[in-house]
């Protein structure tokens, strides 16, 4: 079993001081006169913010995923996902977008310390015009906004950025029925349960909403 607090003290990462960072400052410019803020979940406890490594590592196991699959995470925090990927799915190739400057640096500085090739971390902002997705065959999303208009476009976006092309979301928040109303072409593929409520897995399978529409 995979102890949070035992692998982060392996990587030298410490949550908390980035936390306590965000709890000081979060009344600060940088974060209060930021759009995004009500969406950063700023000040929550890292075992309220973060996706176990358990559950990812088990999640990720239960994938299969084969070498040189192209997995982006949208909103990738303090990059739990791509440090799981480095430490134990080289083949995998990894991609961590983060808007938060403080959370990305902490991501980007273990990833490198631990030589991890195939996991890169950059700075996006989901919600302007003139951030471009990058494209990947999976995609993992926590909850990317609270306020389901801007959740809808960055959904819209996501296929967009796909056009035709076949890709699988994961997330945790965005049940069947919230996103059928948000984006019908994500089909519901299957869910993986853990230990606070199941991983949801859908599927944007661009053949099958050509025939649906033809029908």
């Given at each position: ?179 059928n109303r948000l984006a ?32």
């Amino acid at each position: 079993m995979l102890q949070d607090s035992a692998v982060d003290k392996l990587l030298g990462l410490d949550p908390e001081t980035v936390i306590d960072y965000e709890r000081k400052n979060q009344c600060d410019p940088e974060f209060a006169l930021n759009p995004r803020i009500r969406d950063s979940w700023v000040g929550l406890a890292s075992n309220v913010l973060n996706t176990s490594y358990q559950d990812l590592f088990d999640l990720l196991t239960a994938l299969n995923l084969p070498a040189g699959t192209r997995v982006v995470d949208l909103g990738s925090g303090f990059g739990r996902l791509g440090l799981v990927i480095g430490l134990g799915f080289a083949g995998l190739e990894f991609t961590g977008v983060e808007c938060w400057q403080h959370r990305l640096q902490a991501a980007q500085e273990i990833a490198k310390k631990m030589q991890m090739s195939n996991v890169h971390f950059e700075h996006g902002d989901l919600l302007s015009g003139d951030y471009q997705i990058p494209e990947a065959d999976i995609y993992f999303s926590y909850l990317t906004s609270s306020d389901p208009q801007s959740l809808k476009s960055i959904l819209e976006k996501l296929i967009q950025t796909h056009n035709r092309n076949y890709f699988r979301l994961v997330t945790k928040k965005v049940a069947p029925d919230l996103m059928n109303r948000l984006a019908p072409s994500l089909s519901l593929l299957k869910t993986h349960g853990n230990t606070l409520g199941p991983f949801f897995i859908y599927e944007h399978n661009p053949i099958s909403s050509i025939t649906e529409n033809q029908a």
